[in-house]
């Protein structure tokens, strides 16, 4: 007989974590260590759950680089005895925090899934059931051979299982509140539930499983607009300490051709920031030289992000920073994909 699954299940905070106090109507924080008295479904799952809850939970908002650390160094604590992860995180910043984490972690080998819902756990309407048991599900999903079918960091929401790394969050009210619209969902929840294989990520088993923790905050992200000033993007790129942009540009990666607003990126770029040029649109890509109005950013030495989401670039950058990568290397490594998170 094969062994249950053993799954490591991190509550940070959020909404799926809170349930209604009926007499007073607030919501309150929910006890995971009562998981199983409270969603008696969850025995029905063929594996066993460890819970592991921040000691203060928090609201995604108020999220940062030292809890992403704290994320990390669970997952490894708990790496060699657990099969999978399931995360559990505010909605309002997942795509960035699961970002983050498929950067930390390289050759992952086993599941880490975050998920989260729109409505409390304890409400009667709530998706947060559908996706903790799915995620829980994923989670322990093996292979005949009794490989993790999926071994690289995803995000369940509303039926759908993305790359982490790809997604966004594209919605405050409805419950699917995520999309990822430069690549496929890799898995699917219906009356079954269907992995995507040939989306899935292929993990090298033979290569030893890193756990990355040096991350660089000093980046920034630059949104353009018509009529942004030459001050505003004087501003933000003397930032003291400045070491990475996200440049936020339009369509197919377009931006002012303009003679100052070039001059000052490069004068930027010969500083040693680096600069990388992401779309503003929800799907598509970055093509340098489609149009006349991205040839220069090309030409003084901007980073291609093609089909990156701002969330992965801004995970990226303080992940490739964070490791000193360097300087004749940087462009490239950036411009590879690493986790998938690009193509
Ligand atoms: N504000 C909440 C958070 O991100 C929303 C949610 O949980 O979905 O923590």
Redesign the pocket.
Known sequence: MTKKSEILLIYT??????VKDYKSNALKAFNFDHLYKKIPELKQLDCTIEVISFEIP??????NVKYWVDILEIIEEYYPKKDGFVVL??????SYTSSAISFMIENLKKPVIFT???LPIGDLRTDAKENLITAIQIASARKNNNEAVVTEVGLYFEYKLYRANRTTKINAEQFE?FTSANYPPIAESGVHLKFNSSFLLKSDLNKKTLFRKKLNENIVILKLFPGITKQVVEGVLEIYNLKGVVLETYGSGNAPTEKWFIELLKTAIDKGIYIVDVTQCIGGSVIFGQYETSTALKRIGLINGKNITTESAIAKLMYLLGERIDKSNFKTQFENSLRGEMN
């Open positions: 905070g959020g909404t799926i974590g809170m928090i609201d995604s908002s108020n999220i995180t505010g909605s309002d910043t997942m989260g819902s729109q509140a």
